[in-house]
């Protein structure tokens, strides 16, 4: 193992605090991480010591106040391997982030019988903006369809892509786990003239991101899944799409101008960012990323890998086929997301009793009903790790899973 | 474990793992409605056939956890043969139920509302209080029937 998750587990509050430090087991970082003190004292330290509007005042704290967010902007770029600062757009979750591109680019862009074709791994931030679309616009939403295993089948790319302008998919699947070929689709797109954009929500959290060699050409994610703010995502995009795109939302700091009769935009990445920005989110993620490269994003990813193998094989072990881990079981593609059925109990019952047991999992759709559908099931048992979870807390899921059994064929 | 065990009543699971009444009946004569509970994914579906003002037959399908379909069952075998005053009556005591304060399950000062003292095999469900997120569970299939009663008045 590449870090002691005892040293980590100490830097989260919550996790390390007496009241929880055994009786709580947090599995469900795909939904929201904890936040480490350090993202916390950052947070709270900009209220008390720099606290003032940005791009606005000409007196030393706004000033101090810009710098901050502008260096957190700076940070989040060279975490992800932009190039320019200024293509990284700030919003308030990768929600919105797909949305800008949807009702920006895609309003701008797109016509009826245009196609954008997504992966059937998709959450609904990444499909409704696109029906949306389809109502509005007369567009064709598309799906790549999933093998037996959970990965995507690209059998029938070239024909899935005729008549394609977007590509948009799931850099790791919130359900699956599954981290489809990005940089294959990316190449496949642009090959037919194409763009392609990636929902990097549970990708960038966990592994390390280069969007240039991701090859795509809208990336986007939130900051509460990656020790950062609730109400912080971003928007990566490459700067000649950006500039050329309309504005997103309308008010101040996204305009150079405004008169009576209309309004000349901003430049980038401010164009977009309409309003007050949320200031103390920004300088919030900008710590969670230098938290995130104090570990060693490498060094999450491999953690992640060893411990997602001994998950898969303590509860094959131990559960045979009454459980079931929905999505491909080879670590190499794929991350650790854990869709469970077990037994023939509800997921929202088997939740119900491993919360009993301090073990914190989501039981649900966890918003990627088309992806339910074709499992065939409702919803799932869903257990996600992280890098302050150890193989003890998988050792609680499973004592919890046989007490839930335990429990229901009373 | 003792909220688990208040929250899962025997007669609970009975229901959940012997739904009675479940299926469909033909539209019409019936009239069905389906709810959904958008956050779980639950799903119920309740076909009621009404004659003379008196629900003669009920039948309920869905997929869901524990609570929402036993939840479910037992309404099925509460209202059936009843008027549709005397259900209005049971869905308003049931509602009740899932209203009550926790607190007043523990001895508390707040009082259980005596409506909700008539209804029987349901009252077992009065446990998921204690658990709030999931009284929508336990609601979805009244809410549905109350979708059906809507369905009546509209043909």
């Known amino acids: ?410 | 474990m003792s909220g688990l065990e208040d929250l899962y009543r025997e007669i609970i699971l009975d229901h959940y793992r012997n739904p009675r009444n479940q299926g469909e009946l033909e539209v019409p004569p019936a009239v069905m409605a389906e709810g959904f509970n958008p956050l779980c994914g639950d799903e119920v579906k309740v076909h009621i056939q009404v004659d003379d003002g008196v629900i003669v037959d009920i039948k309920f399908d869905g997929q869901g956890c524990s609570i929402s379909q036993s939840s479910a069952s037992m309404m099925t075998t509460a209202i059936t043969g009843k008027t549709l005053e005397e259900v209005e009556g049971i869905i308003y005591s049931f509602k009740q139920l899932m209203s009550i304060h926790e607190k007043s399950l523990e001895g508390g000062s707040e009082t259980v509302d005596s409506s909700t003292t008539g209804l029987g095999d349901l009252q077992a469900l009065q446990g998921v209080v204690k658990f709030p997120v999931r009284i929508k569970c336990a609601t979805l299939g009244w809410n549905t029937l109350e979708q059906c009663f809507e369905e009546l008045d509209e043909n």
């Open chain 1, 1 to 410: 193992m590449s870090f002691d998750v005892s040293d980590i587990k100490k830097d989260f509050p919550l996790l390390a605090c007496e009241e929880n430090n055994d009786s709580l087991i947090y599995l469900d970082s795909a939904a929201t991480s904890q936040k480490p003190q350090k993202v916390i004292d950052v947070v709270s330290s900009y209220y008390e010591e720099i606290n003032a509007n940005v791009h606005r005042g000409a007196y030393r704290l706004a000033e101090k106040a810009t710098t901050a967010m502008e260096d957190a902007r700076e940070k989040i770029s060279d975490f992800i391997k932009s190039e320019r600062s200024e293509e990284i757009i700030f919003t308030k979750n990768a929600t919105e982030s797909m949305n800008l591109v949807a009702k920006s680019w895609g309003a701008a862009n797109l016509s009826e019988g245009d196609v954008v074709l997504l992966s059937s791994l998709e959450h609904h931030a990444n499909i409704v903006p696109w029906h949306q679309l389809a109502e509005s616009q007369g567009i064709e939403v598309r799906w790549i369809p999933l093998t037996e295993s959970g990965l995507l089948d690209l059998t029938d790319l070239d024909r899935l892509l005729e008549g394609v302008k977007l590509v948009a998919v799931s850099g790791a699947s919130n359900v699956l786990g599954t981290v489809p070929p990005v940089r294959t689709l990316a190449d496949a797109a642009h090959a037919v003239g194409a763009l392609c954009l990636v929902d990097a929500s549970q990708y960038v959290p966990h592994r390390p991101t280069d969007v240039e060699e991701l090859g795509c050409d809208f990336l986007a994610f939130t900051g509460h899944k990656m020790c950062g703010p609730t109400g912080i995502g971003v928007l990566w995009g490459r700067s000649e799409l950006l500039e050329q795109m309309p504005p997103f939302l309308g008010g101040g700091e996204m305009i150079l101008d405004v008169t009576q009769e209309g309004f000349t935009a901003n430049t980038i990445p401010w164009k977009f960012e309409a309003g007050t920005p949320p200031i103390s989110e920004i300088v919030g993620l900008g710590a969670a990323v230098d938290y995130l490269e104090s570990v060693g994003m490498e060094n999450v990813l491999e953690h992640e890998r060893t411990l997602t193998t001994y998950a898969l094989h303590t509860l094959a072990d131990r559960f045979g086929d009454e459980l079931i881990i929905h999505g491909p079981h080879d670590v190499s593609v794929r991350g650790g997301v854990l869709s469970m059925a077990y037994q023939d109990i509800h997921p929202h019952d088997v939740s119900q009793v491993l919360d009993e047991h301090g073990v914190c999992v989501r039981a649900g759709h966890h918003c990627a009903k088309p992806l339910m559908k074709l499992l065939g099931v409702g919803s799932t048992v869903r257990a996600s790790l992280y890098l302050y979870n150890d193989e003890s807390d998988v050792d609680a899921l499973a004592d919890a899973l046989e007490a839930t059994g335990k429990f229901f064929s009373r």
